[in-house]
């Protein structure tokens, strides 16, 4: 059954306490100190983290805030923009897989190759016969990186349009914001509704082997504590230990 992205709710639980969940994301970041250590020790496993969202989603805030955690000669963050005109020489993973994570780090993509189906298909640069092999190039890609030893774990930060325009506003006439605006955001959110159906169906077709997680992003607290549980979670299932050098 195919998703429908305005049918998922981009917030919390009414009932869940906003405080004790700050309290437990402040725990789970401690959680997450320690499993790097062991994690870069280890040397065994990469761990790539893909990061998506509309503008204003807050990818940015995960970056910080979740994954500033961690000791930074373990972890690298790489933000993909409009493609340069060597990378546009190449065949659109070429860049992507340059920057996959060695075994032992971690690597956050702050969006990713995805944008090469959602962007690009939302402003018909490729026709559709190229999204479908690109969809199907991508599963292949991912696959091949699990199968040599990097985990893929995909975000999708779910923010309501009206709680993004409320952001991109706020960029506008809050000074400290002010570096964050960019004109063209706003252009881009008139297309809201093909970016929804794009992204509905990136998420479809591209999750049979590495799902995507769906992250209600319209409370900060409420997205950072879900993300982080979850890094947590598989770091933990690795059931990892300091080598000792008396064995």
């Not at 059954?1 to 998922?8: N, V």
């Not at 993300?227 to 059931?239: N, P």
Request: glycine fraction near 2%; proline fraction near 3%; charged fraction near 30%.
């Amino acid at each position: 059954m195919p998703i429908k992205l305005s049918k998922i709710s981009t917030r919390a639980p009414k009932k869940l306490d906003k405080e004790k969940t700050k309290a437990q994301t402040q725990k789970l970041l401690i959680d997450l100190d320690e499993l790097q250590n062991l994690f870069f020790a280890s040397q065994k496993k990469a761990l790539l983290i893909v990061v998506q969202g509309m503008d204003a989603s807050g990818k940015d805030g995960v970056v910080a805030n979740v994954f500033g955690a961690f000791n930074p000669m373990g972890i690298r963050v790489v933000s993909f923009k409009k493609p340069t005109e060597e990378e546009m020489a190449h065949d659109f993973l070429w860049r992507i897989h340059a920057n996959a994570p060695r075994k032992g780090m971690i690597q956050v993509f702050n969006r990713s190759h995805y944008e090469d189906i959602l962007i690009q298909r939302v402003h018909q640069w490729i026709d559709e016969n190229t999204v479908k092999q690109r969809m199907q190039q991508i599963n292949h890609f991912e696959e091949m990186l699990e199968q040599n030893g990097t985990k893929v774990m995909k975000f999708y930060l779910h923010i309501s349009h009206e709680e993004q325009l409320e952001r991109l506003t706020e960029r506008m006439n809050t000074p400290e914001k002010n570096w964050k605006y960019n004109a063209q955001d706003l252009e881009e959110s008139k297309l809201w509704d093909a970016y929804m159906k794009a992204y509905e169906e990136a998420i479809d077709k591209c999750s049979a082997k590495i799902p995507w997680q769906i992250i209600p992003a319209d409370q900060n607290w409420y997205k950072e504590f879900l993300i982080a549980s979850e890094v947590v979670k598989y770091l933990k299932s690795l059931k990892m230990s300091y080598t000792s050098l008396n064995k």
